[in-house]
């Protein structure tokens, strides 16, 4: 982690830049929901296109799709949901703050759901108030389908996008007329009533996963978990975050959700400890078994080199997309000292950066407003660009730096005689003289050179 960023300054520079806002503010906000502004939307899409890319597009091994967040309820018992997807909840009967049991304790993680909690703690950590005795609370949110509301119309809004996968399993594997091993990778909102949610935007009562249900044949499951773990470490190196903040943990057997032979998490380390970015799953036949028993749909898969009908195996790379954002945001902050000033600079992967490149004329003198207009149109063509014209061009620096933009383009007095411009690198702040006409390829091979 970058020593230089606590979740205040974030919080702060996410707001005053348009990266994340307080959910409904103007009403006093809502806990555990965030809205992405101009430049959060830009950096969340460019993490999603990089873990597609990574996952789908580069693979021959794995296929995209897009399920409904709502479900028929019957989903959600088979999943084990309905039963197990609980964390036992405490009330201070004194300041009527409400708590995790389990986390209190601090047996588990406060990821792992489901887990009783062993009463031990029976005092407020805040006021020192009597606790009430732990409750088990699901985390799904209930919801109605169509206009009656009664217990027939129940449904729910899905805690997980995985369960969007098992359910289109025989689906996929038909229609792409693929062979294990096969995964199938899906973005899209999830929602869990959270007791605590807190720590900015790393827990949420609605977020998003990026999930991947990779079915493999059984004695081939072990191999293939290794290969996840290390696949899923390395795109996040790949992306740019320090080696020294990114570790793997094997969780214990007492960490395991429900449905785990095994599992490992990829943590970071966040200003309130290492903690859990993604979860690698070996889920078993689990789900499988469970949506064959429950629909009494035939969910095995024929195994043309054996001649046997098998229940594949499922290794699960489950990462979330918001504590992603707060992890390379962290990650990538920095401030340092140039001539007695404090530079704020977000140093993030050329791939993840809102804005890619900032075209600037040196000032709002209108000789310099049409030439600097259309080389924004040349560079707008190719990438997320941005155009600015107020105040000082120092200050104009800075705000670029602030928000990572990896590029700024200078339109000058010396551009209406010899047709350049200036190219300025946020991090070392070298500055080259391009002509207009080779400005595109000299910005591309600056935005690819890794
Ligand atoms: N399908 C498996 C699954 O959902 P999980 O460990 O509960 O496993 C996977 O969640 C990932 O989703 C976590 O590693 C985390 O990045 C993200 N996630 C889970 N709960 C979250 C929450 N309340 N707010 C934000 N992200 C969350």
């Avoid at 290794?226 to 992306?239: A, G, P, S």
């Avoid at 095994?262 to 789900?287: C, H, K, Q």
Wanted: overall charge negative.
């Amino acid at each position: 982690m970058s020593t230089k960023a606590t979740v205040e300054k974030l919080v702060s520079l996410c707001k005053r830049r348009g990266l994340v806002f307080q959910s409904s503010e103007i009403y006093g906000g809502i806990g555990g929901f965030w809205d992405y502004g101009p430049l959060g939307v830009e950096l969340k899409n460019n993490i999603k296109q990089a873990w597609w890319r990574a996952v789908v597009q580069e693979r021959d091994d794995v296929v995209g799709q897009d399920a409904a967040i709502v479900m028929n309820p019957t989903v959600w018992r088979a999943s084990g949901h309905l039963d197990t997807f609980a964390d036992p909840m405490v009330d201070c009967k004194e300041c009527k703050k409400r708590f995790r049991a389990d986390a209190l304790v601090g047996e588990v993680p406060a990821s792992a759901h489901g887990h009783e909690a062993a009463a031990k703690v029976t005092r407020c950590p805040e006021c020192g108030g009597e606790l009430t005795e732990p409750r088990m609370f699901n985390l799904m949110f209930k919801t109605y389908v169509g206009a009656v509301e009664d217990d027939a119309s129940v449904a729910y809004l899905r805690p997980e996008t995985a369960q969007g996968i098992f359910v289109n399993f025989a689906n996929v594997l038909t229609a792409t007329r693929k062979k294990l091993p096969l995964g199938i990778a899906q973005i899209g909102k999830a929602f869990r009533n959270e007791i605590t949610p807190g720590n900015f935007i790393f827990r949420d009562r609605e977020f998003e996963q990026m999930e991947i249900e990779y079915f493999v044949k059984p004695g081939t499951d072990e191999q293939w978990h290794q290969h996840w773990v290390e696949e899923r470490y390395n795109w996040y190196l790949r992306l740019g975050m320090q080696k020294e903040n990114v570790r793997v943990r094997q969780l214990d057997r007492d960490e395991l959700a429900h449905y785990a032979k095994d599992t490992y998490e990829v943590e970071y380390l966040f200003p309130m400890g290492w903690s859990e970015l993604e979860g690698i799953a070996n889920r078993t036949d689990f789900d499988l078994r469970r949506h064959a028993e429950f629909s009494g749909r035939d969910l095995e898969y024929f195994d043309e080199e054996t001649g046997e009908h098998i229940v594949p195996f499922v290794i699960e790379p489950s990462a979330g997309v918001d504590r992603l954002f707060m992890a390379f945001l962290i990650d990538a902050y920095d401030e340092e000292d140039v001539r007695g000033e404090t530079r704020v600079i977000l140093r993030l992967h050329k791939d993840l950066a809102p804005i890619k490149v900032a075209v600037l004329p040196l000032s709002r003198q209108e000789k310099l407003v049409p030439p600097a207009r259309e080389v924004w149109a040349l560079v707008r063509k190719h990438w997320m660009s941005q155009y600015d014209d107020a105040q000082s061009i120092g200050r104009r620096y800075r705000r670029q730096d602030e928000v990572g933009t990896p590029l700024c383009v200078t339109v000058d007095f010396d551009t209406l005689e010899d047709q350049a411009v200036t190219i300025r690198e946020r991090d070392s702040m070298e500055q080259v003289r391009v002509p207009i006409p080779g400005l595109v390829a000299a910005l591309r091979e600056r935005l690819e050179r890794s």
